[in-house]
């Protein structure tokens, strides 16, 4: 099913159009890519694996993995990376894909090699920003990004960042802050942007090869290389991993807040940390159910304003608990989690299945760095920024890739260009991880003031600069300091509500006692979208961890340009527990209920290597037998040798030796390989067209 | 194990010195493998395409390739193991008259030998190769009993067999030196250890002259290294290796097949030869390879490239392996010098090998040793190396 209103993102679609899908006509709109076109129509299995038949779909929807391979027009192609046209004929991929038969070569011209000054490779907040430092010097540069906009997983956030406002548009949407940073990168005139262009090696020879627009090969040989990858998602080993509806946080909130499509109807999300918290939250943006977030640690990794909106609106979040298994013949229908002990072992009895359609992996990420590796290998001028270099929030990837934009532009030459220090240290507080939690300081006394509910240290200070008053403190030498409300004389709070509205936590409400001293107008902020809460309803007050405080009047619902899609309801609360209160539930959500007896899968079917369906346990074997050399697993096995390259299992297979007790220092990693992505030889052959008949 | 004598240490645990090791294990010895590197393989064996022919037109490598078709082609049977054998025939191309003269040339010592190649025309080689590009065919070879393998199966099936055999292997242990008595080998000794033993073989691949070094031989071995790539699978359409030796800029031949997987592999030769050990990708590769190869068989066009490397040939100044005994120091032997066709020639040489120092030769083995001996007067290069 499409979306067809969004509490933030707006929804403009152009005129329809036909394709097929196995014989089937469909309907599509400009822009979606295949795997969102199938999903609007309820389409998750793409294909079957040629090895075992199993079905296939989408996991990491970025381009990274080939497991949404299906066929259009005759040859094969990612779903989730090609843009579906007008009549275009798609098949499922079952089995391995027939070669299209071409009788006279395509016309073929010398392969384009050029120079330039700088490449930026990725156009996520890191390479934007360094493309605009290099764009102020006028340095001529190249970004290159594989997606069909700028923007990286900018475009995927609907939530304000945070972040220091000064420095990194704090308290702004990401998809408002890619637009933005667009605008500035096409206002260079000497930055030149390639869309759709796809990176596929960093030779030895100092060259850069690209796909440009998706359809010619052209070599690039910059002076300087900046690697802006970003990062990939984190996989996980639990049976069931590989079926259609388990897929990642990242590819989730592609499907849904790219591609407009309600990708689930229920959804369980894996791991705690802010990637599966604001994923939570942005399928209940989205209208979607979400049925619980487990996560192993006794709390959640994230910022503990993410884990309380979620909490607020009413998704269990099990901690000390794992997935044991995603359950299903064709897809997910339910997941099996359990209770873990200190070594993170499932404890029997504590299985619960609960009935779900989807699973979110949102485990962590890794740096997709592999670019920089060569580039350093090979001597390369390099440099490298954001998720590339370091897992972190978009605010510090902006940070990161402001520095190497003028580090790029000094080791050009380009005099009088400085690295503010402020800059460095910013970078590095940007990239803190939370801090220190506080007990809450008493609230405050007066008519009229806000509540901060935000007690844990985290990089952010939109608050403290919105207020006319100055009355929201934050050290200005460290944004990581907790907020605090202090009213000084003279000065009171004025009950403008821009503090609650401009909170990336939705972490501060304002109580007002000045109409009625019983009874507070407390104002929440509200980003489900306007038309879900009226005024006269009765709602469900909730603390800021989202326990009940019974039922409320709402007594107004604001809407305002200025406040940006984030709507303010005011509701009539008791003064006990006025200052208590930090969002709203608007209906009793059914506690989601565990079948009655756990589903247990059968089989040791969980899946080392998705591309080639190398199961964990033909290669935990091998490691019992003494295998130490990654790449003798892949000889023997063929795990990494499929369309990914190993991005997905090296790192799984990194965890199983340390899950069997042998040392990394005793492992030889895989041997990196080009290339990056597969791509036709007709286009490595300076050949336009791939001339099927 | 340091303490123990053997009877024979290999060095390298690649395409030469793993089936070595099975067959020298297989006649009774005491047999240890010592490579630098992590695992069976992992030289230039991993880098091989797994083309397996027997037409070639020095006797030696007739009689060897011969062999190891047999060795690959009934392994499956004899040890269960799939190594991805398949019997698929090799098709040399010719589209100038230049081609079909050289290949035509051939045939007649290929003949002599009695192995089944023959000269088809541009209809009857359409039938076997219905994807090759008609325009300007003029014909080619089809030599139906050759084949090719997964280098990588087939050489970690060969290490499984000879450990099962007895054979030591030792992994990640650079050899420092090889100890002499009097004129003959006594030990080898690596970074780890010292291994007592009368014989050892140098099956170092492309590092076979630092091996020599060792005992103060020059062996007159030099890498030069070759690129190569896979790419995605597809449903199976091409059943023999199609080799093109048309010279062009960069590259004097290249060659490709469809994998048992499905995977087109593919390899070129570089004309000037990249000498050294150089394997780090370079950007030339995939546009001269790619080119040729939708050229040469339009139907190329959409198959996506999945992987490309490079790997090492040791070349010797005849492009024919040095096999045989060292004069100058008793149980010293070389099996070296490859020059790219390790996994074709490995398995044969290995029963050669074992028959060598169990002092079983029969007369064929006179005969291929005396054309590969490291001692023999080097002439001009094989028409088809």
């Not at chain 1, 005139?189 to 796909?211: C, I, K, M, R």
């Not at chain 2, 140098?202 to 790539?229: I, K, T």
Request: hydrophobic share 40%; charged share 25%.
């Amino acid at each position: 099913m499409r979306l067809n209103h969004h509490p933030i993102l707006p929804i403009d679609r152009e005129e329809r159009f036909r394709f097929t899908f196995n014989g089937q006509k469909l309907d599509a709109y400009p822009g979606e890519t295949i795997a969102a076109a199938l999903f609007a129509h309820g389409i998750r299995t793409f294909g079957y694996h040629p090895r075992d038949g199993s079905p296939q779909g989408i996991y990491c929807a970025n381009g990274q993995c080939a497991q949404c391979l299906v066929i259009a027009d005759g040859k094969p192609v990612k779903a989730c990376m090609t843009l579906v046209r007008p009549g275009m004929r798609v098949d499922p991929a079952d089995g391995l894909p027939e070669l299209p038969r071409v009788s006279v070569p395509p016309p073929m011209k010398e392969v384009e090699r050029i120079r330039v000054p700088a490449l930026v490779i990725g156009g996520g907040p890191a390479g934007m920003s360094a493309a605009i430092e290099l764009g102020a010097t006028g340095i001529r540069t190249l970004l290159v990004d594989d997606k069909h906009r700028l923007g990286g997983k900018l475009v995927l956030q609907t939530h304000r960042f945070f972040g220091s406002r000064d420095a990194v548009y704090a308290g702004t949407r990401g998809i408002d802050i890619a637009t933005r940073l667009d605008r500035e990168v096409r206002a260079q005139p000497s930055v030149e942007v390639w869309l759709n262009s796809t990176a596929l090696a960093v030779y030895s020879d100092h060259v850069v090869g690209v796909l440009r627009a998706g359809r010619e090969y052209v070599l690039v040989a910059p002076e300087v290389l900046l690697v802006a990858c970003g990062a990939r998602e984190r996989s996980l080993l639990f049976k069931g991993n590989t079926l259609p509806g388990v897929y990642g946080a990242g590819a989730f909130q592609t499907l849904v807040n790219r591609d407009l499509v309600r990708a689930a109807d229920r959804l369980f999300i894996v791991g705690g940390g802010n990637v599966g918290l604001i994923a939570g939250y942005h399928a209940l943006q989205a209208g979607i159910e979400v049925v619980g977030l487990v996560e192993a640690l006794p709390e959640c990794g994230g910022y503990k304003v993410h884990r309380d909106k979620l909490a607020r609106l009413g998704v269990p979040i099990y901690t000390s608990h794992t997935i044991l298994s995603a359950n299903g013949h064709d897809g997910v229908e339910s997941v099996t989690i359990a209770q873990v002990d200190e070594r993170f072992r499932p404890v029997p009895g504590t299985e619960k299945t609960f009935p779900c359609d989807t699973v979110l992996v949102a485990v962590g990420l890794d740096p997709a760095d592999e670019f920089y590796r060569k580039a350093h290998e090979f001597g390369m001028r390099a440099f490298v920024a954001g998720d590339a270099q370091e897992i972190a929030e978009a605010s510090a990837a902006i940070f990161s890739g402001r520095i190497a934009g003028r580090r790029i532009a000094q080791a050009l030459g380009q005099p009088g260009v400085e690295i503010p220090l402020e800059w460095e240290r910013m970078a590095e507080i940007l990239k803190s991880k939370p801090g220190q939690r506080g007990a809450p300081p008493p609230p405050p006394v007066g008519d009229v003031f806000p509540v901060l509910h935000c007690h844990e240290e985290i990089p952010c200070n939109p608050c403290a600069s919105v207020c006319p008053q100055g009355l929201i403190r934050i050290d200005p030498e460290d944004i990581r300091r907790r907020p605090q409300y202090v009213p000084t004389g003279g000065n009171a709070c004025l009950g403008c509500e821009r503090c609650v509205v401009v909170c990336p936590g939705l972490a501060i409400t304002l109580v007002d006692f000045r109409r009625d001293q019983q009874n507070a107008t407390v104002t929440v902020p509200f980003e489900l979208g306007a038309e879900a809460v009226r005024e006269g309803d009765r709602v469900t007050a909730v603390d800021v961890a989202g326990e009940d405080l019974g039922p409320v009047a709402v007594t107004g619902v604001r809407t305002s340009p200025r406040n940006d899609r984030t709507v303010l309801v005011k509701l009539l609360v008791p003064r006990r527990v006025a200052t208590c209160v930090a969002g709203i539930r608007l209906r009793a959500r059914p506690q989601p209920a565990a079948l009655p007896r756990p589903v247990e899968r059968l089989g040791d079917d969980e899946i080392l290597c998705r591309c080639e369906r190398v199961t964990v346990g033909e290669v935990r074997a091998l490691i019992r037998r003494g295998f130490r050399d990654m790449n003798e697993i892949k000889a023997v096995t063929r795990a990494g040798m499929g369309a990914c390259g190993g991005k997905t299992c090296g790192p799984l297979l990194r965890r199983l030796f340390r899950e069997e007790g042998i040392p990394l220092e005793e492992v030889t990693d895989y041997v990196p390989r080009p290339l990056f992505m597969e791509a036709p030889l007709a286009l490595f052959a300076g050949a336009e067209e791939t001339g099927d008949e | 194990m340091g303490d123990g004598a053997y009877d024979v240490v290999i060095i390298g645990a690649g395409s030469v010195g793993t089936p070595a090791a099975l067959f020298l294990a297989q006649a009774g010895l005491d047999v240890l493998v010592l490579d630098r590197l992590p695992s069976v393989g992992q030289g230039s064996n991993k880098a091989a395409i797994g083309g397996i022919r027997a037409t070639h037109s020095d006797p030696a490598k007739i009689r060897l390739a011969q062999r190891t078709i047999e060795i690959l082609a009934s392994w499956e049977e004899t040890h269960g193991q799939d190594i991805e054998w398949r019997s698929g025939g090799y098709v040399f191309v010719a589209y100038t008259p230049r081609e079909e003269r050289i290949l035509k040339d051939l045939l007649v010592v290929q003949h002599a030998y009695g192995l089944g190649i023959e000269w088809l025309d541009a209809k009857a080689l359409l039938e076997i190769v219905p994807d090759l590009n008609p325009r300007g065919l003029i014909g080619g070879t089809y030599s139906p009993g050759d084949g090719h393998c997964s280098p990588l199966l087939a050489c970690h099936a060969f290490y499984d067999e000879a450990r099962r055999k007895g054979a030591s292997f030792r992994f990640g242990e650079q050899v420092t030196g090889i100890e002499l008595r009097e004129g003959r080998v006594r030990a080898v000794r690596s970074n780890e250890d010292c291994y007592e033993t009368p014989v050892v073989i140098n099956a170092a691949g492309p590092w076979a002259r630092a091996v020599g070094n060792l005992v103060g031989l020059d062996h007159p071995v030099q890498p030069d290294s070759h690129e190569a790539g896979v790419t995605e699978p597809v449903t199976h359409f091409l059943d023999p290796m199609v080799v093109d030796i048309r010279p062009a800029p960069g590259s004097s031949n290249y060659y490709f097949h469809q994998l048992a997987s499905g995977q087109i592999a593919f390899c070129i030769t570089p004309q000037p030869p990249i000498v050294g050990e150089d394997c780090r990708e370079t950007s030339g590769f995939l546009p001269m390879v790619a080119r040729r190869m939708v050229d040469l068989m339009p139907r190329l066009a959409n198959l996506r490239v999945r992987r490309t490397w490079r790997g090492l040939y040791p070349m010797t100044p005849d492009g024919s392996p040095l096999v045989g005994w060292a004069q100058e120091i008793e149980g010293y032997a070389m099996a070296i010098g490859m020059c790219g066709q390790g996994v074709m020639l490995g398995p044969g040489l290995g029963e050669l090998l074992a028959r060598m120092i169990t002092g079983t030769l029969v007369p064929e083995d006179q005969e291929v040793l005396g054309i590969l001996s490291p001692y023999r007067e080097f002439a001009a290069q094989e028409a088809l190396r």
